[in-house]
C-alpha cells in the first residue's frame, strides 16, 4: 500500500501541498496569529510603562523559562521522530515516541507549575500588575495548549492512521513553534 | 494529504541539537543571569535567533520545506512579520 494513500481520498486543493491535515495548517495560522496579537499588546503595554514591566521581568525566572525551551523542542524532537516511523509502518515505535513526547510535555508542564507556584509564594497573581496579568494570560493560555496537545498526541498513538499522527504532531509542533517566540518576548526582551 | 519525503532520524537529531545550542544562545544573549537591559544589538541577535529557530521547526518538525507551492514561503512571512512588528516596537523602546 502506498504512503500517500490518503491523497486520494481528500483534495484540498491548494491546500493538499501541505503535510498533513489541512484544517490543522489553518489552526496554525490562526494561532499564531492569536499570540502574535497578544505579544504585540504586550509589547504596547511595555512601552507604556518600562519601568514596572523591567522590574516586573526581573523577577521572573528566566533560567526555568529556557530550561522549558530545550524541554519542548526535545518533546518536539519525539513527536517527529513518530511520524518518522509512521511513515515506516512501525506502530509500536510510532507509539512510544509518541508517548515519550507527551512525557516530556508533562515534565514542561511541572516546570511551569514550579514556576507559578513561586510567584503565587510571593504573592504574585495575574492581579498584581499589568505585566504578570500578561504574563499569567500568555503562559497560561499556552500551558493549556500543551496539556491539550499532551491527550492529543496519546489519541494520535492509539488511533494511529497516518493522517492522525502527522496532524497530531503538527499541533504539538505548533505549541513548540509558540513557545520559541514566547519566551524572548516575555522573558528576555528588555 | 502530503505524506512524501519526511527527513531521516539522523536530520532530525542534527536539527534538535542545533535548536538546543540555539537556545543556549537565546539564554546567553538574553543576559538570564543579569538584569541588565539586553540593548539594541542583543535585541536584534535575539529575534535573529528566534527567527531561525522557527525556521527549522517549519521546515524539519514540520515538514513544510517539502510543502508544494509557496506554503513555507507564506509560513515564514507570517512568523517574519510578527517579529518585525515585536522587533519593531522594542526599538522604540530602546530610542525613546
Redesign the interface.
Known amino acids: 500500500m502506498s ?2 494513500e ?2 486520494e481520498v ?1 483534495d484540498w486543493g ?1 491546500l ?6 489541512p484544517i490543522m ?1 489553518l489552526l ?2 490562526s494561532e ?2 492569536v499570540f ?1 496579537v497578544l ?2 499588546g504586550f ?2 503595554l ?2 507604556n510603562e ?1 519601568e514596572l514591566f ?1 522590574q516586573s521581568q ?1 523577577q521572573l525566572d ?2 526555568a523559562g ?1 530550561l522549558n ?2 524541554v519542548l ?2 518533546s ?2 519525539c ?3 513518530a ?2 516511523y509512521q ?1 515506516q509502518k512501525n506502530t509500536l515505535k510510532t507509539r512510544l515516541w509518541l508517548f515519550g513526547a507527551g512525557l516530556i510535555g508533562v515534565i514542561f508542564l511541572v516546570i511551569k507549575w514550579i514556576e507559578y507556584a513561586d510567584k503565587f509564594s510571593h504573592n504574585i497573581t495575574p492581579d498584581t500588575n499589568s505585566f504578570f496579568m500578561w504574563y499569567f494570560l500568555c503562559t497560561g493560555f499556552h500551558a493549556m495548549h500543551v496539556i491539550f496537545g499532551i491527550f492529543l498526541l496519546l489519541i494520535v498513538g492509539w488511533k494511529n492512521s ?2 492522525n499522527v ?1 496532524t497530531g ?2 499541533f504539538w ?1 505548533m505549541v ?2 509558540i513557545w ?2 514566547l ?3 516575555i ?4 | 494529504m502530503q505524506l512524501s519525503s519526511y527527513p531521516s532520524i539522523r536530520t532530525l537529531i542534527c536539527v534538535w541539537l542545533l535548536l538546543i545550542v540555539l537556545s543556549a544562545g537565546t539564554l546567553f544573549t538574553g543576559g538570564v543571569t543579569t538584569s541588565e537591559t539586553i540593548g539594541i544589538w542583543g535585541g536584534t541577535a535575539l529575534f535573529a535567533i528566534t527567527f531561525f529557530k522557527t525556521k527549522l521547526i517549519l521546515n524539519y518538525y514540520l515538514d513544510l520545506k517539502s510543502a508544494a507551492g509557496n506554503w513555507n514561503t507564506l509560513f515564514s512571512s507570517l512568523i517574519f512579520l510578527i517579529l518585525l512588528i515585536l522587533f519593531g516596537l522594542y526599538s522604540v523602546s530602546v530610542f525613546s
Not at chain 1, 493538499?16 to 491535515?21: D, E, I, M
Open positions: 504512503t500517500i490518503n491523497n481528500d491548494p493538499s501541498g501541505l503535510p498533513g491535515n495548517w496554525i495560522a499564531l496569529i502574535g505579544f504585540i509589547t504596547l511595555h512601552l518600562p523591567i526581573n528566566r533560567l529556557g525551551t530545550m523542542v526535545t518536539g524532537l513527536a517527529a521522530i511520524v518518522h511513515r497516518d493522517e502527522i504532531a503538527a509542533h513548540d513553534l520559541v517566540i519566551f524572548p518576548v522573558y528576555l526582551i528588555r
